[in-house]
């Protein structure tokens, strides 16, 4: 026999009605706890990012700052790539102990050409390697990559293959090094921890603001050289994206290219809780 849908006392449509507004109070309940720890990450990167601001260190002009003017292919680029880590520590070192914070510590590996090693972070690094591994605090750049973008020779990154930018020159290089090297820092005041409404993008574009106010302490010390700024510009807006519906977008080319000039301008470290958040 075939029973009319509806017919009955109506106790299912109650207990249907019933567990709609069930589903509905579990999603608002989740969407309230969603926002409540998108704002505690929003003032934990604040409070630590003003706690640097209050104390960072004028730039002086004896700090050194790497320069590829003069150098041949044959220099090697593992040599620079040291130099520019080299720059950017001692910079991070005298923020965060004149903040009276520990001074950062962190693992770096340049990647011979047509070599591939092992990462914690399960991505194995290889000759297009430009990443930092939190999972074991290492820095990890091929040595091929960095003598493409080193040259203006590079095709890896999205914004290239759209007519963006170039990742091209010594200083784009330093961006790539100095950006690598923020996630560390972020890594270190806690502020790795990423808000599922955005994804990785704060992150990404608080650490070019963050490679920006390297390049600030380069400037302060006289230390950069015609046409730097704009291979650093040039850089960012090659890394930008256009994903932006994935979890692991970057940013935009112009959203990457204002993040690095907010840190760049301002030099001021607190500047760039708005770039990350």
């Known amino acids: 026999m075939l029973v009319a849908p509806g017919c009955g006392d109506g106790s299912s449509v109650d207990d249907l009605r019933e567990r709609t507004q069930e589903l509905r109070d579990k999603a608002r309940d989740a969407r309230e706890r969603t926002e409540a720890a998108g704002e505690r990450l929003v003032q934990r990167v604040r409070?630590?990012?003003?706690?640097?601001?209050?104390?960072?260190?004028?730039?002086?002009?004896?700090?050194q700052a790497p320069s590829s003017r003069g150098r041949t292919e044959e220099g090697r680029v593992d040599g620079y790539l040291t130099e520019v880590l080299s720059s950017v520590d001692s910079y991070w070192t005298r923020t965060l102990k004149a903040s009276d914070l520990p001074e950062p510590r962190v693992r770096y590996l340049w990647i011979p050409p047509g070599r591939a090693t092992r990462t914690a972070c399960g991505t194995p690094a290889d000759d297009n390697a430009a990443f930092y591994c939190s999972a074991d605090d290492t820095?990890?750049?091929?040595?091929?990559?960095?003598?493409?973008?080193?040259?203006?020779?590079?095709?890896?990154?999205?914004?290239?293959?759209?007519?963006?930018?170039?990742?091209?020159?010594?200083?784009?290089?330093?961006?790539?090094?100095?950006?690598?090297?923020?996630?560390?820092?972020?890594?270190?005041?806690?502020?790795?921890?990423?808000?599922?409404?955005?994804?990785?993008?704060?992150?990404?574009?608080?650490?070019?603001?963050?490679?920006?106010?390297?390049?600030?302490?380069?400037?302060?010390?006289?230390?950069?050289?015609?046409?730097?700024?704009e291979e650093a510009i040039s850089t960012a807006l090659a890394a930008g994206d256009f994903e932006a519906n994935s979890p692991q977008h970057h940013g935009t080319p112009d959203q990457r290219r204002a993040a690095w000039l907010l840190g760049y301008r301002s030099g001021d470290p607190a500047r760039c809780q708005r770039a990350g958040v």
Request: some cysteine; glycine content about 12%.
């Open 47 to 63: 409070a630590a990012l003003e706690k640097v601001r209050r104390s960072v260190p004028e730039a002086t002009r004896d700090a």
């Open 139 to 229: 820095i990890y750049v091929a040595e091929e990559l960095a003598a493409a973008i080193w040259n203006g020779t590079s095709d890896n990154f999205p914004g290239e293959r759209a007519g963006y930018g170039r990742a091209v020159g010594d200083f784009g290089l330093a961006y790539v090094i100095a950006h690598e090297y923020a996630h560390n820092i972020q890594q270190e005041l806690g502020l790795m921890k990423t808000d599922p409404r955005y994804g990785v993008e704060p992150l990404e574009l608080q650490a070019d603001c963050m490679a920006g106010l390297w390049g600030n302490s380069v400037y302060r010390a006289g230390k950069l050289h015609p046409g730097d700024v």
